[in-house]
């Protein structure tokens, strides 16, 4: 048996979406805070509709007087969906809009 296969190489290009699930930012307690199952639902309604591979880390952002928990969504030029930079940034800033207001966030960080 032969398991050599062949590799398919594609330019290097990443996107990462960085969302908290806290609701509102001074209320005490908060308003609303979504979790990682919420984000997910979001995630993988965009994946199915919209070929893509992507990264969920859950993150825990520090800061100062507070933390709160979120999400990190990553994009690759992964070779079963080959893309360009721009498409990828599309589906990037796409997704982005869809978890921020999905989650009810006031921003939400995208890196290229």
């Known amino acids: 048996m032969n398991l050599t296969s ?3 190489a594609v330019p290097t ?3 990462t979406i960085y969302v908290g699930f806290r609701v509102g930012r001074t ?3 908060p308003e609303h805070v979504y979790t990682l ?3 997910e639902a979001i995630i993988q ?3 199915n509709e919209n070929p893509s591979c992507v990264s969920v880390t859950p993150m ?3 800061y100062t007087g507070g933390a709160e928990a979120g999400v990190a969504v990553g994009f690759i030029n992964y070779p079963r969906f080959p893309s360009t930079d721009d498409a990828i940034k599309d589906k990037a800033l796409a997704l982005a809009e869809l978890l921020r207001k999905g989650l009810r966030q006031m921003v939400v960080s995208v890196v290229f």
Request: glycine letters at 0%; charged letters at 20%; aromatic letters at 16%.
């Open 6 to 8: 062949k590799i398919t």
């Open 27 to 29: 209320a005490k307690p």
């Open 13 to 15: 290009f990443t996107a």
């Open 45 to 47: 309604k965009y994946v």
């Open 60 to 62: 825990l952002f520090a």
């Open 37 to 39: 199952t919420d984000a």
